[in-house]
């Protein structure tokens, strides 16, 4: 179990994946898809052995990229492409969270975190967090709350789908 408790971790810290693919694939059983035309063996684990890993790992990936972001944005954007895309994926994010900041403040972040779709999560609430100026601990209310969200609404659809199969 310790191996696949690693895995859902490391799953977790996938950009763009994050907990809304690690918690199916520790709750459901037989062979998933992943991009790129791989493929990996569900857990069929409790879930709520799950549901606490794949939180706890996100909040830790959180606090991790809110404090390697800065110097990742200065090293990478010193590449003409990267900067490029980076300037894009600024004004983006400035487009789709700022106004929901600027109204709701943490709990802005924390929606917009906590919906479980794809370009929303940690990655990106890290990004408009930094782009913004949110302080640490703004951020990590938001952040916290933002997986919760996405981690019940996660585990109750898996769940519920699994109860269907």
């Not at 790129?36 to 790992?57: D, K």
């Not at 972001?69 to 700022?98: E, R, T, Y």
């Not at 802005?108 to 601990?137: D, E, N, Q, R, W």
């Amino acid at each position: 179990m310790l191996t696949q408790i690693i895995n859902l971790v490391l799953l977790t810290f996938l950009p763009f994946l994050e907990l809304r693919y690690s918690i199916p694939i520790g709750i459901l059983s037989g062979t998933m898809k992943l991009p790129f035309g791989y493929s990996i063996t569900a857990y069929a684990m409790p879930w709520w052995i799950v549901f606490i890993t794949c939180v706890i790992a996100n909040i830790i990936l959180a606090v991790i990229l809110y404090f390697l972001i800065d110097g990742i944005v200065k090293l990478l954007c010193k590449i003409k492409v990267i900067n490029k895309l980076w300037k894009w994926k600024v004004q983006s994010v400035q487009k789709k969270i700022h106004p929901y900041i600027e109204k709701y403040g943490e709990l802005g972040l924390a929606v917009f975190i906590g919906i479980p779709l794809p370009g929303s999560g940690v990655y990106t609430g890290c990004i408009a967090a930094y782009v913004l100026g949110m302080k640490f601990k703004h951020f990590l209310i938001a952040s916290i709350i933002g997986v919760l969200i996405a981690a019940v609404i996660v585990t109750l659809l898996t769940v519920g789908i699994n109860g269907l199969l």
